[in-house]
């Protein structure tokens, strides 16, 4: 099983990044210039505040080893393909929900390593310096933006092709994340039951906290509200299947996986109930007084 997991997961990853990127133009990477503030306060969140968060969860509930040190690299991880579905639901600005996955995912070549580095560090007492080999960045590229990049090219040369197909590639998409989680709980099973109370809460909570954050920060730097909404999804959703990757196809640590599968089923908890709460503020709004 083992050997299939190496093989099945990079392949799989390849596919959910290939899907953003055939949702993704140059364009949506100058939207930034657009929404200057937004961006940079959600950015803000998800790449410092959250992380700090993330480490004090982990001390808060005794998580440690390799549990504490997936849980600290999924906080890392960017937002996941579900921040765009979940904003639409919450009547958020989508098109800010994409500029952020795809600014952050070329980050997270650069800053995925770092925390890493950190992560072994702060709980696997090892070498730091192993997050920041030359290798290692090279293998988050090759994993993060090399699918994505492709995608691109696709939608901007085969355009109507790119828009037929984006339906039923983000379907398998879906299918394919989930296959992924189970695969990670799997082959770790023991590591999963022997931690899960713990890890279930710090799942629920990190993902409710990086929503609430991501929103009441915005409107605390007069951010409009549709915007605040895509940020707080984007803080509050990671990319799971990409912290699973990173763990067991660039760390070689399966148990590093593990709350990455967790968290990729408990997140749709608060999101789920944050984009409904924000859909009903959102129409109530609509309604002239």
Known sequence: MGSLFA?????????VMF???????????ARVLRYPKAAAVALVCQMVVLPAVCVGLIYLFGLDGAVAAGMLLLAASPGGPSANLFSHIAGGNVALNITLTAVNSVLAVFTLPL?????????????????????????VFAI??????????????????????????KVLSVVVLALVVLAAVARDFDTLTDNVGALAAVCVLLASIGILVGYYASRLFGVDSDQAVAAAMETGIHNGALAIAVATSVLHDSAMAVPAAVYGVLMNL???????????????????A
Not at 270 to 288: H, N
């Open 19 to 29: 899907g953003l990127g055939l949702t993704l133009t140059s364009a949506d990477f």
């Open 270 to 288: 608060p999101a789920g109930v944050a984009a409904a709460l924000f859909a009903r503020r959102t129409r109530r709004a609509a309604v002239p």
């Open 7 to 15: 093989v099945f997961l990079p392949l799989a990853l390849a596919l």
């Open 115 to 139: 925390v890493v580095g950190l992560s072994y560090a702060l709980f696997l007492d090892g070498d730091a310096g192993i997050g920041l080999r030359p290798d290692k960045f090279a293998q």
């Open 144 to 169: 993060v933006l090399i699918p994505v990049a492709l995608g691109m090219w696709v939608h901007h040369r085969f355009p109507e092709w790119s828009r037929r197909r984006r339906g039923s590639v």
